[in-house]
């Protein structure tokens, strides 16, 4: 099992620039989160996904967009790049939200820059 | 306003000896995480508590939920416990985690 994937691993925009990071679980996973982690800063949440179907914001959402293709993959969209989206993302899984059923299985993450 | 304290920020240790660290957090919650991140990035679960204690190899992890604090020990470390430890909460209302920024440990040989 290959666990949590994640595409690209880096990537170089430049500003207004668009991009799709891909993210897909192979653990039969309900519930899918994406996070960005910027250096000083805990994680924090940008969107998850509780179940196939279904997306929620989170802590901060705004310039993102995200689509849950299948119970397997829930990518993340930046329809026009900005250097404050410079960060390490990451993705994650977890069997459904919820007490007792959410341990986060992440991905490697991918290095963003933004110029 | 940090829902989630870590402390230290820094920790170097030498090889062997026991190391505590600590979080604090400020909403009521269902449950508390500890994760590692490795050097290299990756992020892996390591406990997950909603009380008393656990046990994995080296590693204890206690939550005291009328404190709001808990702590992940590590015995007799060893220089691959180097890593950033960071503390999550899921809090008791809402679908909401919360992050700790992480303590950042080395251990020397």
């Known amino acids: 099992n290959a666990g949590v994937t994640q595409t690209p691993k880096f990537q170089v925009l430049k500003t207004g620039q668009s991009m799709t990071l891909q993210c897909a679980q192979d653990m039969n996973h309900n519930s899918m989160y994406w996070y960005r982690q910027d250096p000083g800063m805990g994680l924090r949440l940008i969107y998850y996904?509780?179940?196939?179907?279904?997306?929620d914001k989170g802590e901060v959402p705004n310039g993102y967009n995200v689509s849950r293709l299948n119970k397997r993959e829930f990518s993340l969209r930046l329809e026009s790049a900005a250097p404050s989206q410079t960060s390490v993302y990451f993705c994650?899984?977890?069997?459904?939200?919820?007490?007792?059923?959410?341990?986060?299985?992440f991905g490697p993450g991918t290095r963003l820059t933004v110029l | 306003k940090n829902e989630v304290e870590q402390s230290p920020q820094n920790l170097t240790a030498q090889e062997g000896e026991f190391i505590t660290i600590n979080c604090s957090y400020s909403?009521?919650?269902?449950?508390l995480h500890w994760l590692q991140q490795h050097p290299g990035g990756g992020i892996v679960s390591l406990f997950m508590?909603?009380?008393g204690k656990k046990k994995h190899g080296r590693l204890i992890a206690t939550i005291n939920i009328q404190e709001k604090h808990s702590s992940l020990h590590i015995t007799a470390s060893h220089p691959r416990d180097s890593a950033v430890y960071i503390c999550a909460v899921r809090a008791n209302t809402g679908n909401q985690f919360y992050f700790g920024t992480g303590t950042s440990l080395t251990v020397i040989p």
């Open positions: 996904s509780a179940s196939e179907g279904t997306t």
């Open positions: 909403v009521g919650i269902s449950a």
């Open positions: 508590l909603s009380s």
């Open positions: 994650a899984s977890s069997l459904r939200v919820g007490p007792g059923t959410d341990t986060q299985y």
